[in-house]
């Protein structure tokens, strides 16, 4: 039998659709993560970008998201702590870098952020720690096998070493528009994955 505060039994227990097992399931997970999220929040997120939003707010939005989206079936993937500390790292470190971003555009007084511009950029620009780094690395690992072609796979491995659009059309045969392309396609397929 499993404990009560098994993550396993947790996460099924959202996935069920029972509404009163799924605020349990629900309240248990943030007795367990917010604390951790909000101190990840807080590491990350610069003090000019705290008028718009705290750690706590970024904790409890990242929470919310994770909790919308499994009782959804987005993360049918999750299957211990592990994994689902990894997701929620990685919601946390989106919401904190559209925070950063949001809070640059005002800055600039624009609705729109200039290419290159955006806060992830700003976030990687620091030397993570090891821990960071291997999660960071095993997030990425993760991200790369949940692409269901070869060529995504090998195309989003070639960006995360820092090939230029060119070197990766020229590295698959393709032309610099088709890599811009799938590119996007990878981008949103992420993007549903953290969200």
């Given at each position: ?32 993560y ?37 009782a959804a ?38 609705g729109?952020?200039?290419a290159?511009?955006?806060?992830l950029d ?7 720690s ?8 095993d ?20 960006k ?10 020229v ?16 981008r ?8």
């Amino acid at each position: 039998m499993r404990d009560e505060g098994s993550v396993t039994l947790l996460l099924e227990r959202l996935r069920a659709g029972d509404p009163e097992a799924s605020a349990d399931a629900t309240t248990r997970l943030w007795a367990r993560y917010f604390s951790a999220l909000m101190e990840l929040a807080r590491k990350r997120l610069p003090g000019n970008a705290r008028r718009a939003a705290d750690e706590e707010d970024i904790a409890l939005s990242a929470l919310d998201s994770f909790c919308r989206g499994e009782a959804a079936g987005r993360f049918p993937f999750l299957e211990d702590r592990d994994a689902l500390w990894r997701l929620l790292a990685t919601i946390t470190l989106r919401k904190v870098s559209d925070v950063i971003e949001r809070e640059g555009r005002k800055k600039r007084g624009s609705g729109r952020a200039p290419a290159g511009a955006g806060a992830l950029d700003e976030l990687l620009a620091h030397e993570p720690s090891p821990d960071m780094a291997a999660e960071l690395a095993d997030d990425l690992r993760h991200l790369i096998e949940r692409l269901d072609d070869d060529k995504l796979r090998q195309l989003a491995s070639l960006k995360i070493q820092g090939h230029t659009e060119e070197e990766m059309a020229v590295e698959l045969g393709v032309s610099p528009r088709t890599v811009r392309r799938k590119l996007e396609l990878i981008r949103r397929m992420w993007e549903r994955e953290v969200r």
